[in-house]
Nanobody, 119 residues
């Protein structure tokens, strides 16, 4: 069974930092584009950052310059370093793995980790 397990969330003061981790199992990790999404109460889930199998990255405007996504193919894991956190970064953060294998797209989600930024 495919698993994506996030960790590293918590309560942090505005201006602080957190590092989220997502450990995966039972996928060929190196083939997947890995992403971090977030969902705040009453809002839709939105992309925060993603990194392709070729290590190309892109970020939401809100994350650009503050967050860094990285991956370690030897550990089947993806990370999100979040700096200069703001109250509006408060949300549940979800790890996503997606691979377009031609006729089939494989798309998996983690269970989420809560990030709360206090003023």
């Amino acid at each position: 069974q495919v698993q994506l397990v996030e960790s590293g969330g918590g309560l942090v003061q505005s201006g602080g930092s957190l590092r989220l981790s997502c450990a995966t199992s039972r996928i060929t990790f190196r083939l997947y584009t890995m992403g971090w999404f977030r969902q705040a109460p009453g809002k839709e889930r939105e992309l925060v950052a993603r990194i392709t199998s070729d290590h190309n990255t892109d970020y939401a405007d809100s994350a650009q310059g503050r967050f860094i996504i990285s991956r370690d193919n030897t550990k089947n894991s993806v990370y999100l370093q979040m700096n200069s956190l703001k109250r509006e970064d408060t949300a549940v953060y979800y790890c996503n793995a997606i691979w377009d294998a031609g006729p089939t797209t494989y798309n998996y989600w983690g269970q989420g980790t809560q990030v709360t930024v206090s003023s």
